[in-house]
């Protein structure tokens, strides 16, 4: 099955840029996630992007994708202290259904 | 528009004892999801439907665990009875089900610990 990874922790100052990044297996066309989830919340969708794409800009977010290298990163401008989160990689894992990544936990220090 | 409702938020339970959840989808959304989250890993999903029919549950451990989509709209997924390492994040998600999109809205989720 599909397997992503992420590196578990991020930590950067307020108004320095964060690049949070994913490795996933699945090669087939498909849509890649990034989500976010504050404490004590579910996930909130950010942003995506289809794999027929090399980025996607959304206002301070960035979403490049290495297809070859079936690499996938996301990049936040600016980062604010209310960034501070967990973010989900969430690759293809049948059919309805992502694979989420163990989440990279964002520290911002003001 | 109303997001993903869960609940309860919170339970606190005795190994061996039963606990439910209830999760009410966003109206019109054909898939409902239902993940376990432990401390700092990722949602594992345990049970996927469509409509109110299964389409994976081959994550759930069925000795233990149900769960049931009734009229295709509202779900609940039990543990009977409970383990110590039941303790996680029980998040259900909800998607419009069609396409090649899957954009999956989350509720608040309910906070298991198993003493």
């Known amino acids: 099955g599909e397997d992503v990874e992420q590196s578990l922790f991020l930590s950067v100052r307020e108004g320095d840029s964060s690049v949070i990044n994913c490795t996933y297996t699945?090669?087939?066309?498909?849509?890649l996630y990034w989500y976010k989830q504050e404490p004590g919340a579910g996930l909130q969708l950010l942003t995506y992007?289809?794999?027929?794409?090399d980025m996607k800009q959304d206002q301070r977010l960035t979403v490049l994708l290495n297809k070859k290298d079936k690499h996938l990163s996301l990049r936040i401008a600016d980062t604010q202290t209310g960034d501070s989160a967990i973010y989900f990689c969430?690759?293809?894992?049948?059919?309805?259904?992502?694979?989420f990544g163990i989440g990279t936990k964002l520290q911002v220090i003001p | 528009e109303a997001g993903v409702a869960q609940s309860p938020r919170y339970k606190i339970i005795e190994k061996r004892q039963s606990v439910a959840f209830w999760c009410n989808p966003i109206?019109?959304?054909?898939?409902l999801y239902w993940y376990q989250q432990i401390l700092g890993q990722g949602p594992k999903l345990l049970i996927q439907?469509?409509?109110?029919?299964?389409?994976?549950d081959s994550q759930l451990p069925k000795d233990r665990f149900s769960a049931e989509r009734l009229k295709g709209v509202d779900s609940t997924l039990k543990i009977q009875p409970a383990k110590l390492e039941d303790s996680a994040v029980y998040l259900c998600?909800?998607?419009?089900?069609?396409?090649?999109?899957?954009?999956?809205?989350f509720g608040a989720g309910t906070r298991l610990s198993v003493l």
């Open positions: 969430a690759g293809p894992g049948g059919y309805q259904k992502v694979t």
């Open positions: 998600a909800s998607s419009q089900g069609s396409g090649g999109k899957n954009i999956q809205y």
């Open positions: 439907f469509q409509n109110n029919g299964v389409v994976d």
């Open positions: 109206s019109g959304h054909a898939t």
């Open positions: 699945d090669s087939s066309s498909t849509y």
């Open positions: 992007i289809f794999s027929n794409m």
